[in-house]
T-cell receptor, first 109, second 114 residues
Framework: AQRVTQPEKLLSVFKGAPVELKCNYSYSGSPELFWYVQYSRQRLQLLLRHISRESIKGFTADLNKGETSFHLKKPFAQEEDSAMYYCALRETSGSRLTFGEGTQLTVNP | EPEVTQTPSHQVTQMGQEVILRCVPISNHLYFYWYRQILGQKVEFLVSFYNNEISEKSEIFDDQFSVERPDGSNFTLKIRSTKLEDSAMYFC????????????FGSGTQLSVL
């Protein structure tokens, strides 16, 4: 069965510092990987997905099939990036999402 | 941007009571989902619904749960006889018809079973 692991429950950095939120997955096929963000008291929002190869709000994530990882990175963190971040996997188009446990990112001034 | 709407935002019920959680998906979406998140745990898939029937469900979605699209706009999750362990945040989500369409989540209903 597929599984998503986010090893850090809490991550705290200072404004302007680089940030990396780790995500590892286990799945034998070719999954789709996503990052969702949940700002305080707001809904889950799609941040980015690996098929788009885009940068959203300065965040990027590269799918590394060899290491089965999809780490989220930003070179210079901002206070408004403070939020809960969830990595998620989808086996095939349209099927269920499997979420990681989430990482609470706090960016300190 | 269009939004998925969920009501109520908070629901408190007694154990053994039935609850209905309501969702209004985005109007032209055809795929609907329920997820839940128990406090301190990960977001878990419950069920997906398409063309007026369940297309996929998890092991959590047992006989106590049911989903319905009673009219053209609402999508409901019913829990027949609530248990303490049903206390969680329940998220509705919807997406369009393309296999890689973005999934839109509602803001959730916090269910507390006493």
């Amino acid at each position: 069965a597929q599984r998503v692991t986010q090893p850090e429950k809490l991550l705290s950095v200072f404004k302007g510092a680089p940030v990396e939120l780790k995500c590892n997955y286990s799945y034998s096929g070719s999954p789709e990987l996503f990052w969702y963000v949940q700002y305080s008291r707001q809904r889950l929002q799609l941040l980015l997905r690996h098929i788009s190869r885009e940068s959203i709000k300065g965040f990027t994530a590269d799918l590394n099939k060899g290491e089965t990882s999809f780490h989220l990175k930003k070179p210079f963190a901002q206070e408004e990036d403070s939020a809960m971040y969830y990595c998620a996997l989808r086996e095939t188009s349209g099927s269920r999402l499997t979420f990681g446990e989430g990482t609470q990112l706090t960016v300190n001034p | 941007e269009p939004e998925v709407t969920q009501t109520p935002s908070h629901q408190v019920t007694q154990m053994g009571q039935e609850v209905i959680l309501r969702c209004v998906p985005i109007s032209n979406h055809l795929y609907f989902y329920w997820y839940r998140q128990i406090l301190g745990q990960k977001v878990e898939f419950l069920v997906s619904f398409y063309n007026n029937e369940i297309s996929e469900k998890s092991e959590i979605f047992d006989d106590q749960f049911s989903v319905e699209r009673p009219d053209g706009s609402n999508f409901t999750l019913k829990i027949r006889s609530t248990k303490l362990e049903d206390s969680a945040m329940y998220f509705c989500a919807s997406r369009g018809t393309g296999g890689r369409e973005k999934l839109f989540f509602g803001s959730g209903t916090q269910l507390s079973v006493l």
